[in-house]
T-cell receptor
């Protein structure tokens, strides 16, 4: 059974700081990993999708890395802004591929002025 | 495209009543998912469809829950009869192809409260 863990559960940083969010998974036989953002009262927005053949994926100030062998992924946010405040979740396909995603419990990020 | 559209945004009902949640996926997407989110259990996949056909409903908690997708642009999730423990946020999501290969797009969710 795939288990996905995100640490820390909550994080508060001052504006402008670079930060790293962590995601760990128990079954390394995955096809890819997605990072999502969820704003309060809203649905999830897919930020980055890293295929298993890739090591990194970048979008603007966001950089996600994937290390299948160690069962870890990190989401790096550069020069954080108050607008980055949200809950960030990672998700991996259950059993490697297919349509069933297992989500982590998320990291609640607050970027303060 | 307007994205995945869900209705209603909020639903308050009494125990025993029937609840119907609605979803319009993104045009051209052939996979549709229903998720439930609670503080205790996080995000749980209830059921997913591929090309309007239910593929896996193993996440549906009980027979009180049912889902249909009569065509490529519409799906419903029905709870009958509803119970207080069904209170949660229900999300619909869609993707072009498999969620393991493509980004998943979520609707804004339906906040369900069963009194």
């Amino acid at each position: 059974k795939q288990e996905v863990t995100q640490i820390p559960a909550a994080l508060s940083v001052p504006e402008g700081e670079n930060l790293v969010l962590n995601c760990s998974f128990t079954d390394s036989a995955i096809y890819n990993l997605q990072w999502f953002r969820q704003d309060p009262g809203k649905g999830l927005t897919s930020l980055l999708l890293i295929q298993s053949s890739q090591r990194e994926q970048t979008s603007g100030r966001l950089n996600a890395s994937l290390d299948k062998s160690s069962g870890r992924s990190t989401l790096y946010i550069a020069a954080s802004q108050p607008g980055d405040s949200a809950t960030y979740l990672c998700a991996v396909p259950l059993g490697g591929g297919g349509n069933k995603l297992t989500f982590g419990t998320g990291t609640q990020l607050k970027v303060e002025l | 495209d307007a994205g995945v559209i869900q209705s209603p945004r909020h639903e308050v009902t009494e125990m025993g009543q029937e609840v119907t949640l609605r979803c319009k996926p993104i045009s051209g997407h052939n996979s549709l998912f229903w998720y439930r989110q609670t503080m205790m259990r996080g995000l749980e996949l209830l059921i997913y469809f591929n090309n309007n056909v239910p593929i896996d409903d193993s996440g549906m908690p009980e027979d009180r829950f049912s889902a249909k997708m009569p065509n490529a642009s519409f799906s419903t999730l029905k709870i009958q009869p509803s119970e207080p423990r069904d209170s949660a946020v229900y999300f619909c999501a869609s993707s072009f192809g498999q969620a393991s290969n493509e980004k998943l797009f979520f609707g804004s969710g339906t906040q369900l409260s069963v009194l």
